[in-house]
Every structure is written in structure tokens, then in C-alpha cells.
């Protein structure tokens, strides 16, 4: 006899409930297996999903206790909650003016060696007091929320300093802790060599190894140390300081890797074991083979290729063949992608890299979880995990992507909670941060 499920929260009769899990007995990046209930419905208690299954069934089964909430989903798409796994959130300033640079001929790497580009958002960001920066994060956020994202990293990587590596960090911290949508928090201080330390690499890369990635951690400040590395950047010796300096301290492990150039970045991430390896435009068919071997994640970007006017996209089926997990981020920053919106950079996915569409929805949601080691918790609807859901306004789940660059989502659930409805925010989840 089946036995009642208590439940706070139940959306009903959705068109589909969507979702993907690893396949079973597969090694990362082997298909993921999906699942598709037509007329279903996705129960909730205390932020844990207790039920997922057909409309009739979770009538009879789930009890919705007297303070609960129904929502109907009639012809309409529930998602397990989107996973953004690539952002740069804290930051001061914009950089329109250099947009208009890159669409009259100049390239993203003219435009750093002028003194544009990355330090140019650093100038504007140790400039900015800590509670601008938190201001910033939040109304990031709050875009990314009413696109369905409920769980995002966020990288540092514009102070480049000790002190302003850690006020981006706290900055954060601080917006993780009065918003809906999570933050992984990521220490990019590898992001390029600052100016006053243009003579003095092996100075910098020291300072970043023995102080920054040591308080960070000490802090509790970042879960994961990012590195660039690029010919503009950082050499894959001087990455390999750092980031062993972040594993002896406890940090997780990304790299940008063979994004501008092939520079055997995808080896170097394999090789430390790292977690992702992001970018990949230029990724070799050795370094495919090693990131399968070693289980690393491809974070593919592809609406940044679009933004710079590169022609270069990354190669996302030949990653998979090789049996490579692929998620999918927008790289939400100033200079190279100023965008929140992670549905549209899953649907330029599928057109510039000829991904399907099922495979560039798990690259949002279980693929995007493993890339932040979360996929225990979170990625896929399964009872036991997050209560966080996505619910579109679309009969099928293809035309998320197939309408493309209008927001398709309706309600968001976070944590087994309502935060946005009719695609709007409930302002009423989140009170005001504390100053700093």
C-alpha cells in the first residue's frame, strides 16, 4: 500500500517534467539518461523534492499540509532549477565603449594591450566601495533568477590585489546570504598580471599562491581558484603554482583553458584534476582524450564567441564523442558577454555548436552541477534533492531553446520556496544586505 507523502509545496499537471540524471553504471561523461513525465507533478517539503511523477498519482498520494502551496503547471515545462557555472558578477563600471571598438575592427587583445579590456574593470572596481559591488551582484541576480537560474558561480578576478581580491570575495558572500539564487564563489585573482606588477610576474604569481589563495581559504571566502591561462594571461607553469598552492588549501580546481589560442590548457587541467576546464575553442584532440580520462567538465561559453565577433566556436559534439561532460554558462561579465540570460546561451549552443537540444538542457542542469561538484544535491529531480525548479511557458520542453532571446519562465522555486511568479520576483524573499 503506497503511504501518504506530506509535501508544502506541490506543482501540478505540468505538460512535462523534465529531467537528467547520469545514466546508470556510466562514467562521467557518458550520456545522461532522461526523463520525461507528461501531465506530471513535483512535490516539495521543508526544500527537499519529495515527489516527482504523474498528476493522478501525486493526487492520491501527496498531502499538502494546511500552510502548503498548489501551483498549476497545465501546459507548461518544470526543469530542475538552472545552474549558471561560469559568471564574473562582482564587478564596478561597464564597457559599451568597448563594443563599439570591437564592431569597427578592433580585437579584444588590441583593446587589452591599449590598457582597455580586464584592467579596465579593475580600475572601476577597486574604485567602487564594497557595497556597490554587493548592489551590483544582486540585480545580476535578480535577472538570472527570472530566467530560472537557482544556483550560479561567481568568480572574482577585477581587484587583483589581496585586499580587493578579498572585497570582491566578500562582496559575494554578502549577496549569497540576502538572495534566492546560491553562489559558488571562485578566487579568479589569476585572471591577468595587474599593471604594477607588469615587470614583476613571478612577484604576482607568488602573491596570489602564498597570500590571497591561503586568506581565501583561511576565510572561507571561495570554494574553488581559477586561473587563466592564455599568452595574455598566464603560462601553464605559472597556473600550476597557483592552483597546487589552491589544492594544498583545500580549493576545488578550474581553469580558462585553450580559449584565444591552443596552448595545451586542457592537458594542464586534466592533469591537476580539476573540475572544469572552460572555454576550449581551441582544444586539442589530446587534451579531449585527458579530460575524459580524468572526469573534468567542459564549460562551453559560446555567446561570448558571438560577442568578441570570433568565428572560433568551441567544439562541444567532438568533446562528447570523446566522452567529455559539456555544461553550458553564460560568462555573465563586462567586457566579453554582458548577458544573464543562460536559456539564450544554451540556445546558441545548439546553433553554433550543433549541440541537441536535450544535451544543451543537461548542460544547464546536471552537467553544470557536476561542474561545481554539487550533482549529489542538485541538477536533476530526484526526491532527496534541492527543491529548486524552473517551470517555462512552452508545451514542450524544445521550445525553450527553438524561441529563442525571450524568457520563457514563469515560476521559479528555490529551495522548495515560490520566488518568482508570473516571471516576476517576489521582492518580499530577499531583505536588504547589511552595509559593510
Known amino acids: 500500500m503506497n503511504r501518504t507523502i506530506q509535501a508544502d509545496l506541490v506543482l501540478t499537471g505540468a505538460a512535462e517534467v523534465v529531467t537528467f540524471r547520469e545514466a546508470p553504471r556510466g562514467r562521467m561523461g557518458e ?3 532522461q526523463t520525461t513525465v507528461r501531465n506530471g507533478s513535483v512535490a516539495c517539503r521543508r526544500g527537499r523534492i519529495v515527489y516527482i511523477g504523474p498528476a493522478a498519482e501525486c493526487e ?50 588590441a583593446i587589452g594591450r591599449a590598457g582597455g579590456g580586464i584592467l579596465s574593470t579593475v580600475r572601476d572596481t577597486r574604485a567602487a566601495d564594497e557595497d556597490v559591488l554587493v548592489e551590483g551582484c544582486l540585480e545580476r541576480m535578480d535577472r538570472m533568477l527570472t530566467f530560472g537560474v537557482t544556483t550560479a558561480e561567481a568568480k572574482s578576478g577585477y581587484g587583483l590585489s589581496l585586499r580587493d581580491e578579498m572585497r570582491q570575495l566578500r562582496a559575494i558572500a554578502r549577496a549569497d546570504r540576502h538572495h534566492p539564487v546560491d553562489l559558488v564563489p571562485t578566487l ?8 604594477e606588477y607588469a615587470d614583476r610576474r613571478q612577484e604576482y604569481v607568488e602573491l596570489v599562491a602564498k597570500q590571497m589563495v591561503p586568506a581565501a581559504a583561511r576565510e572561507q571566502l571561495a570554494r574553488f581558484c581559477d586561473v587563466f591561462v592564455e599568452e595574455a594571461a598566464f603560462t601553464p607553469n605559472e597556473a600550476r603554482t597557483i592552483l597546487e598552492a589552491a589544492r594544498r588549501a583545500g580549493l576545488g580546481l578550474r581553469l580558462h583553458v585553450d580559449q584565444l589560442s591552443a596552448g595545451r590548457g586542457a592537458e594542464l587541467a586534466a592533469e591537476l584534476g580539476a573540475t572544469s576546464a572552460d572555454h576550449l575553442e581551441h582544444v586539442s584532440p589530446e587534451g579531449m582524450k585527458a579530460l575524459a580520462r580524468a572526469g573534468t567538465v567542459a ?27 559539456v555544461a553550458l554558462a553564460t560568462d ?3 567586457g566579453s558577454c554582458m548577458t544573464e540570460n543562460l536559456p539564450l546561451a544554451a540556445s546558441l549552443a545548439c546553433m553554433v555548436t550543433s549541440m541537441d537540444t536535450d544535451e544543451a538542457l543537461a548542460g544547464m542542469t546536471i552537467q553544470a552541477a557536476r561542474s561545481l561538484s554539487l550533482e549529489a544535491t542538485h541538477g536533476s529531480l530526484e ?35 515560490v520566488v518568482v ?16
Open 31 to 33: 550520456a545522461v539518461e
Open 60 to 109: 492520491r498520494r501527496v498531502h499538502l499540509t494546511g500552510n502548503g502551496e498548489a501551483v498549476d503547471c497545465a501546459g507548461q515545462v518544470i526543469l530542475p532549477g538552472l545552474i549558471d557555472p561560469h559568471t564574473h558578477l562582482p564587478f564596478a563600471g561597464d564597457r559599451a565603449h568597448e563594443f563599439r571598438l570591437r564592431l569597427r575592427g578592433s580585437s579584444y587583445e
Open 188 to 195: 579568479l585573482a589569476a585572471h591577468v598580471v595587474p599593471a
Open 299 to 325: 564549460v562551453l561559453l559560446p555567446a561570448v564567441d558571438l560577442f568578441l565577433g570570433k568565428r572560433t566556436f568551441p567544439p562541444a559534439v567532438d568533446l562528447m564523442r570523446a566522452g567529455v561532460p
Open 332 to 334: 555573465c561579465n563586462p
Open 383 to 417: 526526491p532527496g534533492k534541492a527543491g529548486d525548479l524552473a517551470v517555462f511557458a512552452v508545451a514542450e520542453r524544445t521550445r525553450i531553446l527553438y524561441h529563442f532571446g525571450i524568457n520563457h519562465c514563469r515560476t521559479v522555486v528555490k529551495a522548495g520556496k
Open 421 to 436: 511568479r508570473d516571471g516576476r520576483r517576489l521582492l518580499e524573499e530577499s531583505p536588504e544586505p547589511e552595509p559593510a
